[in-house]
């Protein structure tokens, strides 16, 4: 069975840990019944890790005139 229910923006929301409990418990439910479903869940999360990792060393610095401008 393939739970077509959940979109990838769903699927997405569920890896970064953005959905509301109630979405969240479904999603969970329906990994548990589906492999399918469940190996699009992981590449999801495998993806956030992924990015997390290279996103989260990159240091940015901002001009000083453009964070005023900002602020």
Known sequence: ???EK???EV????ADGE???KTRLEVEDAI???T???ER???FMKTRALLAGTFGTAK????DDLEARVR
């Open 1 to 3: 069975m393939h739970e």
């Open 6 to 8: 959940f979109t990838d």
């Open 11 to 14: 699927l997405m929301a569920y």
């Open 19 to 21: 959905l509301d409990a």
């Open 32 to 34: 548990g019944r589906d």
């Open 36 to 38: 399918a479903l469940a």
């Open 41 to 43: 869940v992981d590449l």
């Open 60 to 63: 940015v610095s901002v001009p």
